[in-house]
Every structure is written in C-alpha cells, then in structure tokens.
C-alpha cells in the first residue's frame, strides 16, 4: 500500500512548483533558471513517477478510496464535504497520462516558451503547474464535490493561460470566453451537485454508501432517496443531464463548444495540454468516473450519444475549410471529444476510455507538432504560407504523419483502434434495440470520412508541395527540447492502440484486450466492484435496456477504415502537388458558412451584445428611474412640504409673539370649552 | 380695609394686556423688551398679592426669582439688541430676517 | 470582562488618535487598531460557547449589569459572543485594521479626524455584534451611522452629501420600523426584560398577547415584515438597495471596504437574531415571498452591475446579488443554510473588501474608476493586477476561496430545504447569479486591465507601493484561508446555528 500513501504528492508536486514559479514571479522574476520550468519539469516528473507506482499498485489488485481532508465536518443529518483520493485503474490510467502529457508539455515549453524568449516565464509556469496539479486533482477526486472544486480550478488555469500574452488584446477576450462558456456549464454542474447532495447526502464515487450505488438501490427499492415530487428515474435523470451541463461546456460540445477554437490565442504548449489531458478531458472523464450512475439512465445516455455523434460531424465539417493550422487541430478537438460521448452514450465505456487516452497521445502529438511548426514559421499559422516542410523538419514530419494517422485512424495507429471500438459498441447496441443510437453511429461514420479528410489536407499543406513563402523556405530550427517529447508522443501514437486490438483479438484470439481486463476487474475488493466496466454493463442490460447482437467486429471495422482513407485519398487528390490551390471556393455558399462555423459564435455574440446587456442597461434605467426615483419622490415629498411650511418661519418677531398669543389663546378657549367654564 | 382680590387680578390682567399689546405692536426692540416686563411684572403682582392672601411667603419668593430672571433677561435682551443695531443700524425687530430659511 | 476592555480600548484609542496630529494620525491608528484586532483573536483563541446565544446556548464572555428600569422593563448591559457573532467580531476588527492601513495613501486631508471616527465606528460596530440587550444593541446599531455619515459626508466624492443623507435618512427610518415592531413584540411577549435570550425564549414559545387589537399571529407577521423590511435596507436587498451604490461611489475607498465588508453584515445578522431565530414560524409560513426576494436581489443585483461602467458601482451592485444568498440560506433553515448564509456574510466582508480596496489602489494611481477610462493596467501594476484577478475569481465563488464555500454552502442548505416550497427551483435560479457574476467581473477585468495600455487621464501610472498592497495580499491570504479550511469559522458557526432550525433538510 506505499504508493497509495504518497499518491497525494502526485496533486502536491505540480502544486508546490506552482508556489515556487508564483514566489519568484512578485519577488525575484529572474532567480530560477529557465524562468521555472525546471521546478515544473521536476515536479511533473516526479508526479510521473508516483503515478506509475500507483500503477503497479494497482496492477496487483490494489485500490482505495479514503478521505485526505475534511473540508467540512457534518452536524447530525448535514454530510460531512471532504476531499478523498480513488485510486482504481480508471484514475490510475488517467493519471498517466496526464503526468506524461504535461512533463512533455513543460519540456516542449522550453522550446517553445524560453527559447524564443518570452516574457513573464514564470507566470507561465506557474500556470501550467497549477493547471497540472487541478487536474490531477479532478482525476484522483473521489466525491463529487472535489472533483467540481478541481474542475473550476481547471477552468481558472485555462483563463490565466490562454490570456497569456494579456498585452494584446485577442488572448484576454479568448480566456474570458473560455471561462465564461465552461462557467455557463459548469453552473448545471453545480446545481447538480447541489441536487445529488440533497438527493443522496452523499456524492461520494465509490463504495456501498456512493451516490451510483445508492441511486441503483433505489432504482430496486431497497433504499429511499428525496426525489422532489418525481419518479425515481426521472428525478436520477434531471440530476443526469444538469451534471452533463457541466460536461458539455468542459468538453467543448454542441453548443457550448464555441470557447475552444478561440482558446488557440493561448500559447501552443497550453493547448497541447488543454486538448489533449487537461481540461477537454475532464469532461469525459467525469462521465466515465460517474458511469455506474449514468448507466442507469437510458434517456441521458442516448442524450449524451446523440451529442456526441452530432458534435464529431459537426465540428469535423468545420475543421475542413480552416486556414490555420492550430484551428484545424481545435476543430478536429472538438470531434474526436464527440466520439468519447458517443462512446460513452452508447454504452461503449471501456471504448470510450481507450479513445481518451489515444486521444490525448495523438492530439498531444499534432499539438506539439503544430507547435514546433509555427516556432519554425516565427509564429506564422497559416497553412497557406507554408510547405515544403517535410525536408527541413524530418522529426517534426514524422511524428505529425504518426499522429496524423491516428487522428484519421488509419490501421494500425492508435487512433484506429480506439475510433473503431467506439463506433462498433454503437452499432451492435443501436442494432441490439436501441435504434436512437444508430443515428449518432450514422453522424460518428460519417465524421471519420472529413477526419481523413481535413487531417490529410493539414499534412499536405504544412509539409508537402513546394515551400509557398520565405519563411517556409528558411524555417527556424528546433532543439532536443521540442523533439524529444515529439518522439515520445510519436511512438505512443503508433503503438497506444495495441492495448486494446478488438478486431485481432477476434481474428486471433491474441493479443489479449489489455485495457478490457485492466477496467474490468475490482481486484478483489468488493468495495470497488460498482466501479468495473463488467458491473457497467451489467447495470446498462438491467436499467438501460442495452443489449448487443452478435457481430463481427471485423466488418465495421474495415468500414471505418476505408471511410477514413477514402477521406485522405480526397485529401490527396486536391492538395498534393508542387502548388496545391484553394479548392474552397468551390463550395460557395456552404464555404462561408463552414468558414463561420454555421454562425454558432454570432449567436451567442449577439445573445449577450444584443439580448443579455440591452436588458441589463433597461433594468439599470428602471433601477435609476423607478426604484430610486420612489425614494427620491418620498425624499422630494419631504422636501417639498418643508419649503412651503418653513414660510412660517418668517423671522420677525412679532409674528412669532401674535402666533404665540393666538395659540395661548386658543388653548385657553379649548381647555375652557372642555372644561364647561361657558356653559 | 380689605381691598377685594378681583381688583389685584384686574390689575395684574391689565398689566399683562399692556404688555401683550406692546409685543404685538411695537418693532422698537427697546419697547418690545419692556413689555416683555410688563408682563413679567403682572405675573409679579398676582404672587404677591397671593402671597400676603394665603399668608406665607412663597408667592414673595417666588416673585424675587422672576425678578432676577428678568434682570439676567435684560442683560441678555440688552445685548442682543446691541448686537442687532450694529448689525442692521436700527433697533426695528422685522428688520432683522437674515437667520429664516 | 472581556468584551468591555475591547471596546473601551478602540474607543480609547479613537479618542486618541483624535488629539494625534494629522501627519502621524494614519500610524497611531494602525497601531492602535491592532489592539482590538488581538483582543478579537485572543477572544477567537479562548472561545468557549456553545450553542446559539439566543436559544439556551453558552454565552462565551457573558457579561451583564444592570442599567436602568423602564415601565417596569429591565434594560441591561448585556454582552456576550456565540459562534455567529464572533466570525463577525473577528471580521471586523481584521477589516479595520487593512482599511486603516491602506487609507494611508487614500486619505490626505483632516486625518486625524478621519481615523478617529473609522476607530469610533470598529467600536460601536463590536459593540452590534457583542451586545445581547435589546436597547444597548440598539444604542450601538444607530451609533454606526454617526461616524459613517461623516465619512461619506466629509471625505467623500462630489456628490457625498446627497449619498451621505440618503444613507443616513434611509436605515434611519428602516431602524424605526424595526425599532416599533419590536418593542411591539416585547411588549405583548411575557417578559419584563429587553434581553434578547429572554425574549426570544418567549417569542418561541408561542405565547404571546394581542397588542393594538392586532391578533398575537397577526403581530407576528407585521412585527416580522416590519423587522424585515427594517434590516432588509441594511443588506440591502432589492428594493431597497438603491442608497448602496451611490454611498459607494461617493465614499472614499477604506470607507467602502467597511461598509460593504461589515456594515451590511449588520443587516444579515440582525435578520438572524431577530426574525429567522424569534419568529421561525412566521418566517416558515413567509418563505416563498422571502425567497423571491432573495432570488430577485440575486439577480437583479448582477444584471444591474452588468450595465455599470464605475468599478465601484459594479463591485457596489455586486454586493447586492451576494446578499441575496444570504437571505437565500436564511430562509432555508437547514444547517448548511443558515450556516452557509453565516459563512457567507464573513467571506463576502472579505471578498468585497478585497475588491474596494484593489479599485482604491487603481483609482490612487489612474485617479479614474470609469471601465471605459483605461486598459492594459496589468502592464503597470502587475501585483496590484494579479490579487484584483484573484479577488475577482474569488467574488465569482472559484473554489478554495471562501466565497465558493459560502456559496456552496447555502446552494446545498437550500436545494433540499422542507421549509421552503419549490425550494431546488428557488435555489437553481438564484445559482445563475454565478454565471453573470462572472460575465460582468471577467467583462470589466478584460476591459480595464488587459489589452495595450491606455489610460485617458494621463497619469504617470507605477507599480502601487507595498504599504498599498500589503492589505490586499493579506486579505487574498484570509480569503484563500477560509476557502480551504472553512471549518475554522464554519465550525463554531454550524454548532451555533443548529438550536435555531426547524424542518428538514441538510
């Protein structure tokens, strides 16, 4: 049980450099050595390293779900809030990868960030310290609530990072949106914590007294939950889609998806990160921590499917006809996190997991790739000013090709696999009685066409053809800083899918489908079995009403795979060539549409410009004219009244002596009157 | 020989009318405070004779605290209206408004 | 004794620095405020109550004498703390203290007049939060106003008379009511007595006579509306918040941060003491009309501080929309509730004062406080920036600072409150206060503080100068203190909150 007991240095080590790069940014900005990256290096690297022994750890069979702090205690009936640590293989899985990704983040940032002499280094690493440790802190979360304090942490980093550079004026708007749209999601989230609490008096994730468990109980009447005046069920799933709220916005979907393609204002390493472990992820993640209560819901989850089905179609037209190479890469983001949802929706979550984590080698890649790039291209994105770059950057081609590949899931990278298995739980649960999820597999097949597609056309744009600038002719070289990490990524991006070869494994009956055994099992332990992927699909059969039909994984496969070439093969046909042209004229209007992402920014622009503050200025002009004109009228009343009777008050004194003498007269007739002396 | 009360009273309403009359009419300061101890001195009257009816000396008494009551106010009401005829050169009360609204 | 030697020494010590000269006035007052700062935590350190005050409770620093007898009433010195008035305690006294501190730069003219009357005002604020008599709380709850109606009045903006007055008449004739709806109460209530435990044991235990032909449940909820309406100007709530803004704006920074930070504190917690701990069930019975109100000061608060373009009324209008959880919770009667809503009073105190005191700091240097004015200020003051940043995220309720705890706290309380009906309606719409809190906070901050550097009024913007940002620094330390371990207050508050609930819920 060791590891476990230093597994809270793997939140405290990004945490505590985080303290040291804000130390010497307000005293001395100059005393760490490279600005602070080697604080975060060490720390990240350390948390790698602890996170690879809980690993093991759990490995063996081992796990734990145990209270670190109590933030709160509880009073007789109120629920004591604390902070926990849930160590099981689902945490421990992510863990990995984000320690790894963002150690190689802090490494390319050295390339990326101090070689080219940034400013506010250690502001920087400050950020990415605290954004780290936020979410390792989501991923080891063990409650609800911890995993909501983390989440907004993580919301806050991206603020401070993607507004970055904050002397221009783009970043600063981009981070606002950024936190703003997430914040607008993260507001059901909380409602929904606040509704699990009143719910459940619980929000813990695991064990017999967790909400998922309590709520399955109720589902079979051994226990009793307040459920508000409504069904059981109905009740669960209002509590469902409220947490979803939170997700959507995290996990840029439809239609809160809109903060992510502006975030790319941030530097490119912090979008490596945001896209590829941190942040986006965290979205998905909590679906997949919270699965045994999700799985109970069949209206939510077809919800999340359909979501997620239509946000990878979506976001993958748009990514089609970008100019820049990072807003292809964010579109392509919000795509590939549609086909978590879908995964996730359809019952997939062993699939779903498996994309996640491809998914943040390969985009944590392109990302990287990306970067070394537009440091090439002295932070030139545009594509159109590129090519040719293939020879003058062979690592950086290489490894982009690799995780181009598996962007597109092309066979046997890793996106292929992980792409596959998503797609294939929708079908064999869409065709085993749940048509709705047919729908969303249809939108998810027909995305993976564009993803080869635009994928391709990025790579022949960027690296093929003849160089179509200066700058392309004489790029900028890299160092071992911005290498290294891409030769990491590159080979993780290769071999990731291995892991889990569904289709082999079929064919062969080896290799063994490593992450299904990995999430399947509670290692003996009891307490944990509610958190496997065998007791998920259990409880998706029972109360989901998900069943398969007996399918070959074989043939969607080979369906997907030939979409996805048959994309890059049209990719091929415009864009390769010496001197490839701009075909997206050729799309007329639907060019200026995709070119505007069907107008979801101008909508919720003008919401806020031309609803939400035109309200607030009549509410101000209300609040000034009415509200405060009443008290002003009472006050003026007053007044009013004051300036007529002080004509009274006339300053001679002879009126004063006649009013004193008709007045004693006066009381003298009553008192008299009163007291009879007339009568 | 008893002289009857009534007459002591009607000298005393007198008295006092006077002084009212001299407070409603006048806008010499100089004669609105002598009528001020016109009236003072009716209320003086009533004490006394009062006094010497029911025989003991309270009304007596009473009568020498308003005449010192009236001494202090003279010396107040002597001053203020030096102060006003610097102030409006003349001794006329309505003059004197400056301190209303 | 306790109590007693802390406010005879900040009262000393305003009459002292009185007679200090001006050039050393700010210094002595420092100082001089770091006395009852440390009575307050020596109080905090040695706290032995339990319970609530009013409700059978052990009273922590009990102390009584008699004073004097009215109509046969009995009117006492009576002071005493339980665990909601001395977060408020503590609260104060740390407030003074800062404000004082950056006055330093703010104030230039009549000093020592001006920390006088701040020190003045710590006393008879100590002396709300500490008293348990009726007519001595009352004696220090109009003896505020003093001290800040010359504040406003005399080191104030352009039109300070006009806030001056405005605040002044407006709790004034708030208080009256209250004051008429009380003695009403107490007078048909069987006590002889104008302590609070006393009547409010008789106000509870349902046994009170008919006064003025009003029946005695009739008395209850006129005697509650008025005590409500009385101390709802105070928090302000919405309609009565409109005095709060132009007080703000007028008065100068170290002035607002009081009166937002504790001022409006005073209203929350007389609403607990006297209506949500005396009349419970007339409370009960008016918790729909009370929610409303609460929701709508949410709301309504953020939208109005959404059109604003001066920094302070935004911060001013912003205060407004958190007072409304404060209600919120109230109404609930659940222990994270009316906890929470405690909790809320204290972190919003810091959180709000952290706020006036950073757009004091900007408006030192830029000498302008209008959005449109400037941009880019992170360019030249970056520390000032950076805490201005972390207040704001903590006004926006960021976890780990105490303003997500309070928040949280209440949202919890109120979601599952048996008290009050449609009560998770109530508590989701009042939580969308959380997104335009956002929206007008992160919109001000991108204009005034990002960007490229401009600055309409032409000053010589620099870096602000320790002294300047030493009390935001501590405050944003507090602020993240109470965000992480809130059971330092949280604690004592929920032991003392619990004899004064009803219904169920968390």
């Given at each position: 049980?060791?590891?476990?007991?230093?597994?809270?240095?793997?939140?405290?080590l990004?945490?505590?450099?985080?303290?040291?790069?804000?130390?010497?940014?307000?005293?001395?900005?100059?005393?760490?050595?490279?600005?602070?990256?080697?604080?975060?290096?060490?720390?990240?690297?350390?948390?790698?390293?602890?996170?690879?022994?809980?690993?093991?750890?759990?490995?063996?069979?081992?796990?734990?779900?145990?209270?670190?702090?109590?933030w709160?205690?509880?009073?007789?009936?109120?629920?004591?809030?604390?902070?926990?640590?849930?160590?099981?293989?689902?945490?421990?899985?992510?863990?990995l990868?984000?320690?790894l990704?963002?150690?190689?983040?802090?490494?390319?940032?050295?390339?990326?960030?101090?070689?080219?002499?940034?400013?506010?280094?250690?502001?920087?690493?400050?950020?990415?310290?605290?954004?780290?440790?936020?979410?390792?802190?989501?991923?080891?979360?063990?409650?609800?609530?911890?995993?909501f304090?983390?989440f907004?942490?993580?919301?806050?980093?991206?603020?401070?990072?993607?507004?970055?550079?904050?002397?221009?004026?783009?970043?600063?708007?981009?981070?606002?949106?950024?936190?703003?749209?997430?914040?607008?999601?993260?507001?059901?989230?909380?409602?929904?914590?606040?509704?699990?609490?009143?719910?459940?008096?619980?929000?813990?994730?695991?064990?017999?007294?967790?909400?998922?468990?309590v709520?399955?109980?109720?589902?079979?009447g051994?226990?009793?939950?307040?459920?508000?005046?409504?069904?059981?069920?109905t009740?669960?799933?209002?509590?469902?889609?409220?947490?979803?709220?939170?997700?959507?916005?995290?996990?840029?979907?439809?239609?809160?998806?809109?903060?992510?393609?502006?975030?790319?204002?941030?530097?490119?390493?912090?979008?490596?990160?945001?896209?590829?472990?941190?942040?986006?992820?965290?979205?998905?993640?909590?679906?997949?921590?919270?699965?045994?209560?999700?799985?109970?819901?069949?209206?939510?989850?077809?919800?999340?499917?359909?979501?997620?089905?239509?946000?990878?179609?979506?976001?993958?037209?748009?990514?089609?006809?970008?100019?820049?190479?990072?807003?292809?890469?964010?579109?392509?983001?919000?795509?590939?996190?549609?086909?978590?949802?879908?995964?996730?929706?359809?019952?997939?979550?062993?699939?779903?997991?498996?994309?996640?984590?491809?998914?943040?080698?390969?985009k944590?890649?392109?990302?990287?790739?990306?970067?070394?790039?537009?440091?090439?291209?002295?932070?030139n994105?545009?594509?159109?000013?590129?090519?040719?770059?293939?020879k003058?950057?062979?690592?950086?081609?290489?490894?982009?090709?690799?995780?181009?590949?598996?962007l597109?899931?092309?066979?046997?990278?890793?996106?292929?696999?992980?792409?596959?298995?998503?797609?294939?739980?929708?079908?064999?649960?869409?065709?085993?009685?749940?048509?709705?999820?047919?729908?969303?597999?249809?939108?998810?097949?027909?995305a993976?066409?564009?993803?080869?597609?635009?994928?391709?056309?990025?790579?022949?744009?960027?690296?093929?053809?003849?160089?179509?600038?200066?700058?392309?002719?004489?790029?900028h070289?890299?160092?071992?800083?911005?290498?290294?990490?891409?030769?990491?990524?590159?080979?993780?991006?290769?071999?990731?899918?291995?892991?889990?070869?569904?289709?082999?494994?079929e064919?062969?009956?080896?290799?063994?489908?490593?992450?299904?055994?990995?999430?399947?099992?509670?290692?003996?332990?009891?307490?944990?079995a509610?958190?496997?992927?065998?007791?998920?699909?259990?409880?998706?059969?029972?109360?989901?009403?998900?069943?398969?039909?007996?399918?070959?994984?074989i043939l969607?496969?080979?369906?997907?795979?030939?979409?996805?070439?048959?994309?890059?093969?049209?990719?091929?046909?415009?864009?390769?060539?010496?001197?490839?042209e701009?075909?997206?004229?050729?799309?007329?209007?639907?060019?200026?549409?995709?070119?505007?992402?069907?107008?979801?920014?101008?909508?919720?622009?003008?919401?806020?410009?031309?609803?939400?503050?035109?309200?607030?200025?009549?509410?101000?002009?209300?609040?000034?004219?009415?509200?405060?004109?009443?008290?002003?009228?009472?006050?003026?009343?007053?007044?009013?009244?004051?300036?007529?009777?002080?004509?009274?008050?006339?300053?001679?004194?002879?009126?004063?002596?006649?009013?004193?003498?008709?007045?004693?007269?006066?009381?003298v007739?009553?008192?008299g009157?009163l007291?009879?002396?007339?009568? | 020989?008893a002289?009857?009360?009534?007459?002591y009273?009607?000298?005393?309403?007198?008295?006092?009318c006077?002084?009212?009359?001299?407070?409603?009419?006048?806008?010499?300061?100089?004669?609105?405070?002598?009528?001020?101890?016109?009236?003072?001195?009716?209320?003086?009257?009533?004490?006394?004779?009062?006094?010497?009816?029911w025989?003991?000396?309270?009304?007596?008494?009473?009568?020498?605290?308003?005449?010192?009551?009236?001494?202090?106010?003279?010396?107040?009401?002597?001053?203020?209206?030096?102060?006003?005829?610097?102030?409006?050169?003349?001794?006329?009360?309505?003059?004197?408004?400056?301190?209303?609204? | 004794?306790?109590?007693?030697?802390?406010?005879?020494?900040?009262?000393?010590?305003?009459?002292?620095?009185?007679?200090?000269?001006?050039?050393?006035?700010?210094?002595?007052?420092?100082?001089?405020?770091?006395?009852?700062?440390?009575?307050?935590l020596?109080?905090?350190?040695?706290?032995?109550?339990?319970?609530?005050?009013?409700?059978?409770?052990?009273?922590?620093?009990?102390?009584a004498?008699?004073?004097?007898?009215?109509?046969?009433y009995?009117?006492?010195?009576?002071?005493?703390?339980?665990?909601?008035?001395?977060?408020?305690?503590?609260?104060?006294?740390?407030?003074?203290?800062?404000?004082?501190?950056?006055?330093?730069?703010?104030?230039?003219?009549?000093?020592?007049?001006?920390?006088?009357?701040?020190?003045?005002?710590?006393t008879?604020?100590?002396?709300?939060?500490?008293?348990?008599?009726?007519l001595?709380?009352?004696?220090?709850?109009?003896?505020?106003?003093?001290?800040?109606?010359?504040?406003?009045?005399?080191?104030?903006?352009?039109?300070?008379?006009?806030?001056a007055?405005?605040?002044?008449?407006y709790?004034?004739?708030?208080?009256?009511?209250?004051?008429?709806?009380?003695?009403?109460?107490?007078?048909?209530?069987?006590?002889?007595?104008?302590?609070?435990?006393?009547?409010?044991?008789?106000?509870?235990?349902?046994?009170?006579?008919?006064f003025?032909?009003?029946?005695?449940?009739?008395?209850?909820?006129?005697?509650?509306v008025?005590?409500?309406?009385?101390?709802?100007?105070?928090?302000?709530?919405?309609?009565?918040?409109?005095?709060?803004?132009?007080?703000?704006?007028?008065?100068?920074?170290?002035?607002?941060?009081?009166l937002?930070?504790?001022?409006?504190?005073?209203?929350?917690?007389?609403?607990?003491?006297?209506?949500?701990?005396?009349?419970?069930?007339?409370?009960?019975?008016?918790?729909?009309?009370?929610?409303?109100?609460?929701?709508?000061?949410?709301?309504?608060?953020?939208?109005?501080?959404?059109?604003?373009?001066?920094?302070?009324?935004?911060?001013?209008?912003?205060?407004?929309?958190?007072?409304?959880?404060?209600?919120?919770?109230?109404i609930a009667?659940?222990?994270?509730?009316?906890?929470?809503?405690?909790?809320?009073?204290?972190?919003?105190?810091?959180?709000?004062?952290?706020?006036?005191?950073?757009v004091?700091?900007?408006?030192?240097?830029?000498?302008?406080?209008?959005?449109?004015?400037?941009?880019?200020?992170a360019?030249?003051?970056?520390?000032?920036t950076?805490?201005?940043?972390?207040?704001?995220?903590?006004?926006?309720?960021?976890?780990?600072?105490?303003?997500?705890?309070?928040?949280?706290?209440?949202?919890?309380g109120?979601?599952?409150?048996?008290?009050?009906?449609?009560?998770p309606i109530?508590?989701?719409?009042?939580?969308?206060g959380?997104?335009?809190?956002?929206?007008y906070?992160?919109?001000?901050?991108?204009?005034?503080?990002?960007?490229?550097?401009?600055?309409?009024?032409?000053?010589?913007?620099?870096?602000?100068?320790?002294?300047?940002?030493?009390?935001?620094?501590?405050?944003?330390?507090?602020i993240?203190?109470?965000?992480?371990?809130?059971?330092?207050?949280?604690g004592?508050?929920?032991?003392?909150?619990?004899?004064?609930?009803?219904?169920?819920?968390?």
């Amino acid at each position: 049980m060791a590891a476990f007991d230093f597994a809270p240095l793997i939140v405290l080590l990004p945490f505590t450099s985080f303290f040291v790069a804000v130390a010497a940014a307000i005293w001395r900005p100059n005393i760490l050595p490279k600005g602070g990256a080697l604080p975060g290096i060490a720390a990240t690297a350390g948390s790698l390293l602890v996170s690879l022994w809980v690993a093991v750890e759990v490995l063996g069979g081992g796990r734990t779900a145990e209270t670190v702090y109590v933030w709160s205690t509880g009073v007789g009936d109120a629920p004591e809030l604390v902070f926990s640590l849930l160590l099981d293989p689902l945490s421990a899985l992510m863990l990995l990868i984000v320690s790894l990704v963002a150690t190689l983040v802090h490494v390319f940032s050295l390339g990326y960030m101090n070689d080219e002499d940034e400013t506010g280094l250690p502001r920087y690493y400050a950020g990415l310290g605290l954004f780290t440790a936020s979410m390792l802190g989501f991923v080891v979360a063990g409650n609800l609530l911890m995993a909501f304090i983390f989440f907004e942490l993580v919301g806050l980093c991206s603020y401070l990072l993607i507004g970055f550079w904050f002397r221009e004026a783009g970043p600063p708007s981009a981070a606002k949106k950024a936190f703003l749209v997430t914040r607008f999601g993260d507001y059901f989230f909380l409602v929904g914590v606040a509704g699990v609490f009143a719910t459940f008096g619980s929000a813990a994730f695991a064990g017999p007294e967790s909400f998922p468990a309590v709520a399955e109980a109720a589902l079979t009447g051994e226990a009793s939950v307040r459920t508000f005046g409504f069904g059981t069920q109905t009740w669960f799933s209002v509590l469902g889609f409220l947490i979803l709220g939170g997700v959507v916005g995290k996990s840029a979907q439809y239609p809160l998806h809109t903060w992510l393609p502006d975030a790319m204002e941030g530097p490119t390493p912090v979008s490596a990160l945001i896209h590829a472990a941190t942040m986006v992820a965290a979205g998905v993640y909590l679906i997949a921590r919270i699965y045994g209560f999700y799985a109970l819901l069949p209206t939510v989850l077809a919800a999340i499917a359909l979501v997620g089905g239509f946000t990878a179609l979506f976001a993958a037209t748009m990514g089609l006809v970008k100019r820049e190479i990072k807003q292809v890469l964010a579109y392509s983001t919000i795509s590939q996190y549609g086909y978590m949802m879908l995964g996730l929706g359809a019952g997939g979550y062993v699939a779903a997991t498996f994309h996640l984590m491809t998914h943040a080698f390969f985009k944590a890649l392109l990302f990287l790739g990306a970067g070394s790039v537009i440091i090439a291209m002295h932070h030139n994105e545009d594509m159109w000013d590129m090519g040719g770059l293939r020879k003058r950057m062979p690592v950086t081609y290489v490894t982009f090709l690799a995780g181009s590949l598996a962007l597109a899931g092309i066979v046997p990278f890793a996106g292929f696999w992980s792409k596959d298995e998503v797609l294939y739980e929708a079908l064999v649960h869409g065709l085993g009685g749940s048509p709705i999820l047919l729908a969303a597999y249809g939108m998810g097949l027909v995305a993976v066409l564009f993803t080869g597609f635009y994928t391709f056309r990025m790579v022949l744009l960027t690296f093929h053809g003849d160089p179509r600038t200066e700058l392309a002719r004489n790029p900028h070289g890299v160092g071992w800083n911005v290498k290294a990490p891409l030769v990491v990524l590159g080979v993780l991006a290769t071999t990731a899918g291995f892991l889990n070869m569904v289709p082999v494994h079929e064919l062969l009956g080896f290799p063994p489908e490593y992450l299904h055994d990995w999430l399947a099992h509670d290692g003996g332990r009891s307490a944990f079995a509610g958190l496997t992927s065998e007791h998920y699909g259990e409880l998706l059969h029972d109360w989901a009403g998900y069943s398969t039909v007996e399918l070959s994984a074989i043939l969607p496969g080979l369906v997907s795979l030939g979409l996805a070439l048959l994309g890059a093969g049209g990719a091929y046909a415009l864009y390769a060539g010496d001197d490839p042209e701009e075909h997206t004229e050729k799309l007329g209007a639907a060019k200026t549409v995709l070119y505007n992402n069907y107008y979801q920014d101008e909508y919720q622009v003008w919401l806020t410009d031309s609803v939400v503050k035109p309200l607030s200025r009549t509410m101000d002009t209300f609040d000034q004219g009415v509200v405060d004109g009443t008290v002003n009228t009472v006050s003026s009343v007053s007044l009013f009244s004051g300036r007529r009777l002080r004509r009274i008050q006339t300053g001679v004194v002879s009126n004063y002596a006649v009013l004193l003498t008709l007045g004693l007269t006066a009381l003298v007739l009553v008192v008299g009157v009163l007291g009879g002396w007339f009568a | 020989m008893a002289v009857p009360p009534s007459y002591y009273l009607l000298l005393s309403a007198a008295l006092f009318c006077i002084g009212v009359a001299g407070v409603l009419t006048r806008r010499n300061a100089l004669l609105f405070l002598m009528s001020i101890e016109l009236m003072l001195n009716a209320a003086n009257v009533n004490f006394v004779y009062f006094s010497q009816f029911w025989g003991n000396v309270t009304g007596q008494t009473f009568s020498l605290f308003v005449i010192a009551l009236a001494a202090a106010e003279v010396a107040i009401g002597i001053g203020i209206i030096l102060v006003l005829y610097r102030n409006f050169d003349g001794v006329d009360v309505t003059e004197a408004t400056t301190m209303r609204w | 004794m306790i109590i007693e030697t802390l406010l005879a020494v900040t009262g000393l010590a305003a009459l002292v620095t009185f007679l200090v000269p001006d050039e050393y006035a700010g210094r002595a007052a420092a100082v001089f405020s770091v006395l009852p700062l440390l009575g307050s935590l020596l109080l905090w350190a040695r706290f032995n109550g339990a319970g609530n005050a009013l409700v059978d409770g052990d009273v922590a620093f009990e102390s009584a004498a008699p004073w004097m007898t009215l109509g046969g009433y009995k009117v006492q010195w009576f002071v005493g703390l339980d665990g909601v008035s001395l977060p408020l305690v503590v609260l104060t006294t740390v407030l003074t203290t800062l404000a004082i501190i950056s006055a330093w730069s703010a104030i230039d003219e009549r000093q020592s007049q001006f920390y006088a009357l701040i020190l003045f005002m710590e006393t008879t604020l100590l002396g709300v939060f500490t008293a348990l008599d009726f007519l001595l709380w009352f004696v220090f709850w109009e003896a505020v106003l003093v001290p800040m109606y010359f504040l406003i009045g005399v080191w104030g903006g352009p039109r300070r008379k006009y806030a001056a007055i405005k605040f002044f008449v407006y709790t004034n004739i708030a208080s009256l009511a209250m004051f008429i709806a009380f003695v009403a109460l107490v007078l048909a209530a069987p006590v002889e007595t104008f302590s609070l435990p006393a009547v409010a044991a008789a106000l509870r235990g349902e046994q009170i006579a008919g006064f003025l032909g009003l029946t005695p449940d009739l008395l209850r909820t006129v005697a509650f509306v008025a005590m409500f309406v009385g101390f709802g100007v105070k928090v302000p709530i919405v309609p009565f918040h409109t005095w709060l803004p132009d007080a703000h704006v007028e008065a100068p920074s170290p002035v607002s941060v009081l009166l937002a930070g504790v001022l409006l504190k005073m209203g929350t917690y007389a609403l607990l003491r006297y209506n949500f701990t005396m009349l419970p069930e007339t409370a009960a019975a008016l918790a729909v009309p009370i929610a409303a109100v609460a929701v709508v000061s949410v709301l309504y608060g953020a939208m109005l501080a959404l059109a604003q373009e001066d920094l302070k009324r935004i911060v001013a209008y912003s205060s407004v929309s958190s007072m409304g959880y404060v209600i919120l919770g109230l109404i609930a009667y659940t222990l994270y509730g009316v906890g929470g809503a405690t909790f809320q009073m204290v972190a919003h105190g810091l959180i709000s004062g952290l706020m006036f005191m950073s757009v004091g700091v900007i408006y030192h240097a830029t000498h302008t406080r209008m959005v449109g004015d400037m941009s880019g200020m992170a360019d030249r003051m970056p520390v000032t920036t950076g805490i201005l940043v972390a207040g704001a995220f903590g006004y926006m309720g960021l976890p780990l600072m105490a303003g997500f705890a309070g928040e949280f706290f209440v949202f919890v309380g109120s979601f599952g409150s048996t008290t009050l009906p449609f009560a998770p309606i109530f508590t989701a719409v009042a939580m969308f206060g959380i997104v335009v809190v956002a929206g007008y906070l992160l919109l001000a901050m991108q204009k005034t503080l990002f960007g490229p550097f401009r600055l309409d009024t032409d000053y010589e913007v620099h870096g602000a100068p320790l002294r300047d940002t030493a009390p935001l620094a501590v405050l944003l330390l507090c602020i993240v203190a109470l965000g992480v371990a809130p059971d330092l207050f949280f604690g004592m508050i929920k032991d003392a909150v619990g004899p004064i609930l009803q219904g169920g819920g968390l």
